[in-house]
């Protein structure tokens, strides 16, 4: 009997991945929804398909919190709906509304993953012209700052989550079969 059966037999709820930007969410959960046969849902391409804008450009028209508002809604919307499946959540969905309370009671199933900030960095650099969050950073060293301050600020909600992952070197793939794992 494969992994996807007895997880489907088991729940109907969501899967849930959350983290910080540049953590690795959307890798890993198309990756696990694929070994799992599920449907995988990233948060940010939903949002960009119901409003047929890029987050980018969103977050441009609406504003930080307007964009929140948006992102809570979605996330309910995602939330309500009673099947299986693989969410990734944008970096900052947890830390707003009462969001991080929605995920924990939608499921027994959060994951949040958390590589180091120096990873992050490495990570972020070069895309940070198109991360709204980011893009007005300069260097290196004012983006290392940045997340370090963010993370702490966010900590206490990601931490909320059912299982913690504290990430070092391993691939994309070692990250799935751990998630796996705890999904028991």
Do not use: W
Request: hydrophobic share 35%; aromatic share 8%; charged share 25%.
């Amino acid at each position: 009997m494969s992994y996807k059966l007895n997880y489907s037999e088991k729940s109907n709820q969501p899967i849930i991945l959350l983290g910080y930007m540049g953590s690795g969410k959307t890798t890993v959960g198309r990756l696990l929804a694929q070994k799992l046969e599920l449907p995988f849902i990233d948060l940010d391409d939903y949002l960009k398909e119901i409003h047929d804008r890029s987050v980018s450009n969103l977050f441009d028209d609406h504003g930080e919190i307007g964009f929140r508002k948006l992102e809570q809604t979605a996330l309910d919307d995602l939330l309500s709906s009673t099947h299986a499946s693989v969410l990734s959540l944008g970096g900052g969905t947890p830390c707003y509304a009462d969001n991080m309370h929605s995920v924990i009671q939608s499921t027994p199933h959060s994951f949040y993953i958390s590589p180091s900030i120096s990873t992050l960095c490495h990570r972020l650099y070069s895309a940070k012209d198109h991360r709204p969050m980011i893009s007005h950073l300069t260097s290196e060293d004012e983006l290392q700052e940045f997340i370090a301050k963010h993370i702490f600020e966010r900590k206490h909600f990601y931490e909320q989550a059912n299982h913690l992952l504290y990430t070092q070197d391993e691939t994309p793939q070692e990250l799935v079969d751990q998630i796996i794992k705890k999904l028991g």
